[in-house]
T-cell receptor
Framework: DADVTQTPRNRITKTGKRIMLECSQTKGHDRMYWYRQDPGLGLRLIYYSFDVKDINKGEISDGYSVSRQAQAKFSLSLESAIPNQTALYFC????????????????FGDGTRLSIL | AQSVTQLGSHVSVSEGALVLLRCNYSSSVPPYLFWYVQYPNQGLQLLLKYTSAATLVKGINGFEAEFKKSETSFHLTKPSAHMSDAAEYFCAVSENNAGNMLTFGGGTRLMVKP
């Protein structure tokens, strides 16, 4: 089983609809992240959470909201989807920085491909 | 502020040839640097990570990268390309006073010709 699971894997919907993308993890990490990937732009951070009570906006949070239901679950919502939110969305998790290893790598799910018509 | 530039959105090599994927970063403090690989329909997998312990970092699948502070570069290399290396590669930077916040480059798609 995957350590970071995203559902659904694919979604096609219409402009104006409310969409929720879900992420769950079994790695026991406190930190969770949502990114979107667009061709040529790499991954851009939408929201991140360092623990259940800590939610922070990333680089491109407008039009999105999140919910951290538990340590293992972090959901991304599009309240009223628009076509330029068509993208590949990734959830990631990590440990906090620490020790000689410094900043820890992030671990990614397989992504949700979202198309908004 | 940190940033990453990957030169070349597409790189094509022949099987057995040297792979060189370029990454330059900008950071106001000593950075942590990462290379990730993305295979089709999959998430990103960590290839290697620079944490200041050694400037030459060896990763999985025969890849390595060298940190050059004077050039602000962290280029990824592999001596001999395999067909299975065809994927998209992302360089990312994280400043050591910014928790685990990653800034990604735009990615380089590697194509391997038989």
């Amino acid at each position: 089983d995957a350590d970071v699971t995203q559902t659904p894997r694919n979604r096609i919907t219409k402009t104006g609809k409310r969409i929720m993308l879900e992420c769950s993890q079994t790695k026991g990490h406190d930190r969770m992240y949502w990114y979107r990937q667009d061709p040529g732009l790499g991954l851009r951070l939408i929201y991140y959470s360092f623990d259940v009570k800590d939610i922070n906006k990333g680089e491109i949070s407008d039009g999105y909201s999140v919910s951290r239901q538990a340590q293992a679950k972090f959901s991304l919502s599009l309240e009223s989807a628009i076509p330029n939110q068509t993208a590949l969305y990734f959830c990631a998790t990590s440990d906090p920085p620490g020790g000689t290893g410094g900043n820890q790598p992030q671990h990614f799910g397989d992504g949700t491909r979202l198309s908004i018509l | 502020a940190q940033s990453v530039t990957q030169l070349g959105s597409h790189v094509s090599v022949s099987e057995g040839a040297l792979v060189l994927l370029r990454c330059n970063y900008s950071s106001s403090v000593p950075p942590y640097l990462f290379w990730y690989v993305q295979y089709p329909n999959q998430g990103l997998q960590l290839l290697l990570k620079y944490t200041s312990a050694a400037t030459l970092v060896k990763g999985i699948n025969g890849f390595e990268a060298e940190f050059k502070k004077s050039e602000t570069s962290f280029h990824l290399t592999k001596p001999s390309a395999h067909m299975s290396d065809a994927a998209e590669y992302f360089c990312a930077v994280s400043e050591n006073n910014a928790g685990n916040m990653l800034t990604f480059g735009g990615g380089t798609r590697l194509m391997v010709k038989p």
